[in-house]
């Protein structure tokens, strides 16, 4: 147990944090700040909250940042070994965690678990350790602890044998995998992920759903009922209506719409193209190749639709140092570029793929959208989803994976796919792009009142309120 206490009442850990640091070739450093609903749930608490986001130092310049005394109120760096980090975040976070959660695994040749495993799981253990000691030195006598994401699920049982005055949280923002896939990992590592968590008073998820499937896992694994105690709990996190609105019409955003509606250009007989959008990270679970599969067999399928609709894919790489993502964004591109080399005509490229991150085009593209078209493998949420029906100007037909969490509450509104099903998205598709007018508009207003149930100020709050009150059962 620690004997000293800090002065923070409400603390947040994940592994990254709301600034990074960059260092050019004079050494200056320069700061960048980022969103996303833990920043707007701090920004809604007030300053004068005592609140404190412990996160880990990324990159050279965030690490350099610390080690000069650089930060600012309010964040605290933490200066984890790079390999520590490295084989915690890369090695068992995103290639074990994030594969077991979304189901991702080619198994006949995955996952492997051996000696050099049980070397990364330490770093692992050690990188969670390092945030448990960090929040158990800042925390006030009694503060609540908000502990964030696959990265860092066993904070919440080191947290506890550290501070047991604490209420602690933990939030899933992934989905959770059921108990048959779930114990593909060994049996003493599921128990210390499920362990971990269940040191937390309370354990929170995106949906019912992916909650059931932790609490069905906890069964499997650990034995009938929870005896720790932990509450479990539901936060749909939900978009950001003000900001979207707002942001998607600045200047910079109107500039890229008259970009891409050129790039999109007119039909043969002059009317305006339709445009299939889908704006994702180039991450495994996204599916964005079945996704253009399945325009190319409308195109295939339907030759009424040639020269008449356009996908744009913005497809942003992601996790570029994994050799599988790598290789996957080189997927996405060979499949965009067959498409283009089949069926293009002089006036008419049928997919406009982006890899280059551009927040305003992205906003663009919500904007002149027919379709949205979002079929991930497996999501937590998936907010591109909840934010295309808020942001779009004529009304927008989302196509969206029943395995999605946002399909709990956008599914009865939105033309529902089997992600796996190329052929279904297909018509899907068609369906989407010969949607009446007035039942696309209807959809595209109820879409956009569910998205923006729980926004993410609110989201927070309820998660902090909802400790709180389990902290004095």
């Not at 609490?215 to 009922?225: I, K, Q, R, S």
């Not at 891409?260 to 991450?283: F, H, M, N, W, Y």
């Amino acid at each position: 147990m620690v004997s000293t206490r800090g002065t923070h009442n409400i603390l947040v850990a994940s592994n990254r944090g709301p600034i990074s640091y960059t260092q050019d070739e004079t050494g200056t450093l320069t700061a960048k700040r980022g969103g996303g609903g833990l920043v707007s749930g701090l920004s809604a608490i007030g300053p004068d909250a005592g609140a404190l986001w412990v996160c880990s130092a990324l990159g050279d310049g965030d690490r350099e940042a610390v080690r000069r005394g650089v930060g600012e109120d309010g964040v605290r760096m933490l200066d984890i070994d790079a390999d520590t980090h490295a084989a915690a975040y890369n090695d068992i976070a995103n290639s074990v965690l994030w594969f077991v959660n979304h189901m991702l695994y080619q198994t006949p040749l995955e996952p492997v678990f051996d000696k050099e495993f049980r070397r990364q799981w330490a770093a692992y253990e050690t990188y969670n350790h390092a945030f448990a000691e960090a929040l158990a030195e800042e925390a006030a006598e009694g503060a609540a602890v908000l502990v964030q994401d696959y990265h860092l699920v066993l904070v919440p049982r080191m947290l506890r044998e550290l501070r047991p005055d604490l209420r602690i949280g933990h939030f899933s923002h992934t989905p959770w995998a059921p108990p048959e896939y779930f114990r593909l990992l060994p049996d003493d590592i599921a128990a210390k992920v499920l362990g971990g968590i269940l040191g937390a008073d309370r354990a929170a998820f995106l949906t019912q759903r992916w909650a059931d499937a932790f609490t069905d896992c906890c069964h499997a694994v650990l034995g009938p009922g929870i005896p720790s105690g932990t509450r479990i709990g539901v936060h749909g996190l939900g978009a950001d209506a003000d900001f979207l609105r707002e942001r998607s019409h600045r200047p910079d955003v109107d500039e890229r719409l008259a970009v891409l509606r050129e790039q999109i250009g007119t039909a043969p007989d002059g009317s305006a193209r339709k445009a299939i959008v889908r704006v994702d990270r180039t991450e495994l679970s996204k599916n964005i190749v079945r996704g253009l599969l399945a325009f190319r067999e409308l195109l295939e399928e339907r030759p009424e639709w040639r020269e008449r609709v356009v996908h744009v894919a913005f497809a942003y790489p992601s996790r570029q140092d994994l050799a599988v993502y790598r290789d996957y964004t080189a997927e996405v591109q060979r499949v965009a570029d067959e498409i283009n080399s089949q069926y293009a005509t002089p006036g008419w490229t049928p997919v406009l793929l982006n890899l280059k991150d551009d927040f305003a085009r992205s906003l663009a593209s919500y904007r002149l959208a027919d379709v949205a078209l979002v079929n991930p493998i497996r999501d937590g949420m998936n907010l591109v989803a909840k934010e295309v029906p808020v942001v779009s100007d004529d009304g927008c037909v989302l196509v969206l994976s029943r395995e999605a969490g946002a399909y709990e509450e956008l599914g009865e509104d939105a033309v529902v796919v089997n992600p796996y099903d190329v052929s279904g998205t297909a018509r899907a598709l068609h369906e989407a792009l010969t949607m009446p007018v007035g039942e696309r508009a209807e959809r595209t207003k109820r879409l956009a009142a569910a998205a923006t149930a729980l926004p993410p100020a609110q989201w927070f709050l309820d998660q902090l309120e909802a400790l709180r009150s389990a902290g004095q059962a």
